[in-house]
């Protein structure tokens, strides 16, 4: 993570100044890089300048631990506050999601970008309720402290906020995510109101939205010259609407910058430069697995599918040549 690079005019001078005041004048920079929840696992706990509440579940049952500690949407709103940027994986499976749970990323998607990393699809556009309902359910069950917001996929929400609601349910109810996100701004809002006032938490997803790949005429970079005025307008209509974040894809990092500064509710960014108030990349990408292009916005943290390459080759040689199995791997009488 680097150290805040919003940049420092207009409404966020005035914002960055109250809250380093009410922090205290000898307290670090608000541009010193900090994460969302420092040491979950009782490695010195930092959350937002404060201490964390242990939090009871209202109704009980579920577990022995009572205290339950997991990011929250409200979380979001006072790590913008606060200038501690956010940060995002997509999953889609148990083992990747605790890895990136234990390593304390702040929430999970469980992308639709699965249509392509999952199951093979040149696009997002077949991917079905049904195909992401297991996949969030797993990722659930390998978090315990990042949020898993569940992508709703095309199809499932564009007839209205009828059938929007009736997915976002589905959604809570059979996979235990703790929020969902939709594409679209302005197009989208009455959506987005009404799963929110549903009591359902909304991540929002403007700018370039794969699910539009054929309307948009590719996988073009969204908000450039007029395109900013419609950019702006996606951003408010989806902050009036209620969501509590709002991605924004591919978009140049000075108009991802003014739209940090103009809502209040925290920018997400994939491609969408430094300003932004978090980071999210689709895994896969991040961490070398996927093969072939990548998109000049995502820097890679491993080479997974060079590694795995490399086991698999040996293991064939080892199992030809008789190397594997070896005797400590045989059970005796
Ligand atoms: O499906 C996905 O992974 C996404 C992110 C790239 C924002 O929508």
């Given at each position: 993570?680097?150290?805040?690079?919003?940049?420092?005019?207009?409404?966020?001078?005035?914002?960055?100044?109250?809250?380093?005041?009410?922090?205290?004048?000898?307290?670090?920079?608000?541009?010193?890089?900090?994460?969302?929840?420092?040491?979950?696992?009782?490695?010195?706990?930092?959350?937002?300048?404060?201490?964390?509440?242990?939090?009871?579940?209202?109704?009980?049952?579920?577990?022995?631990?009572?205290?339950?500690?997991?990011?929250?949407?409200?979380?979001?709103?006072?790590?913008?506050?606060?200038?501690?940027?956010?940060?995002?994986?997509?999953?889609?499976?148990y083992?990747?999601?605790?890895?990136?749970?234990?390593?304390?990323?702040?929430?999970?998607?469980v992308?639709?970008?699965?249509?392509?990393?999952?199951?093979?699809?040149?696009?997002?556009?077949?991917?079905?309720?049904?195909?992401?309902i297991p996949l969030t359910a797993a990722v659930v069950r390998?978090?315990?402290?990042?949020?898993?917001?569940a992508?709703?996929?095309?199809?499932?929400?564009?007839?209205?906020?009828?059938?929007?609601?009736?997915?976002?349910?589905?959604f809570?109810?059979e996979t235990g995510a703790?929020?969902?996100?939709?594409?679209?701004?302005?197009?989208?809002?009455?959506?987005?109101?009404?799963?929110?006032?549903?009591?359902?938490?909304?991540?929002?997803?403007?700018?370039?939205?794969?699910?539009?790949?054929?309307?948009?005429?590719?996988?073009?970079?969204?908000?450039?010259?007029?395109?900013?005025?419609?950019?702006?307008?996606?951003?408010?209509?989806?902050?009036?609407?209620?969501?509590?974040?709002?991605?924004?894809?591919?978009?140049?990092?000075?108009?991802?910058?003014?739209?940090?500064?103009?809502?209040?509710?925290?920018?997400?960014?994939?491609?969408?430069?430094?300003?932004?108030?978090?980071?999210?990349?689709?895994?896969?990408?991040?961490?070398?697995?996927?093969?072939?292009?990548?998109?000049?916005?995502?820097?890679?943290?491993?080479?997974?599918?060079?590694?795995?390459?490399?086991?698999?080759?040996?293991?064939?040689?080892?199992?030809?040549?008789?190397?594997?199995?070896?005797?400590?791997?045989?059970?005796?009488?």
């Amino acid at each position: 993570m680097g150290g805040d690079c919003r940049p420092h005019r207009g409404t966020s001078r005035g914002r960055a100044t109250k809250t380093q005041a009410a922090r205290g004048g000898d307290r670090a920079p608000i541009s010193a890089p900090r994460r969302l929840d420092r040491g979950f696992r009782g490695r010195g706990r930092e959350v937002y300048g404060g201490p964390v509440t242990d939090e009871q579940r209202p109704y009980g049952g579920g577990t022995s631990d009572p205290a339950l500690k997991r990011v929250r949407t409200r979380h979001f709103q006072r790590a913008k506050e606060q200038g501690i940027k956010i940060t995002g994986l997509t999953s889609y499976d148990y083992l990747s999601a605790s890895i990136f749970d234990e390593a304390g990323i702040d929430f999970l998607l469980v992308g639709d970008s699965a249509g392509n990393t999952v199951f093979g699809y040149d696009t997002t556009i077949p991917v079905t309720v049904d195909q992401l309902i297991p996949l969030t359910a797993a990722v659930v069950r390998g978090a315990s402290r990042a949020l898993v917001i569940a992508d709703m996929p095309f199809g499932s929400y564009e007839n209205g906020p009828d059938e929007a609601l009736r997915t976002a349910l589905r959604f809570m109810k059979e996979t235990g995510a703790q929020a969902v996100k939709l594409e679209g701004g302005v197009r989208s809002a009455p959506q987005i109101t009404r799963i929110v006032s549903a009591g359902i938490p909304v991540m929002g997803h403007i700018g370039f939205t794969p699910q539009s790949e054929h309307g948009l005429g590719g996988h073009i970079i969204q908000g450039r010259g007029e395109g900013a005025q419609q950019l702006l307008a996606d951003a408010h209509a989806v902050e009036e609407a209620g969501a509590f974040a709002v991605v924004m894809e591919m978009v140049p990092s000075e108009i991802a910058g003014q739209v940090t500064e103009e809502l209040s509710i925290p920018t997400i960014s994939v491609g969408a430069g430094p300003h932004c108030d978090g980071q999210l990349l689709v895994w896969s990408d991040w961490a070398g697995f996927t093969r072939g292009r990548i998109p000049r916005f995502v820097k890679q943290y491993a080479q997974i599918a060079d590694a795995l390459l490399d086991a698999a080759n040996a293991f064939r040689e080892e199992v030809e040549s008789g190397v594997y199995p070896a005797p400590e791997h045989e059970y005796s009488e």
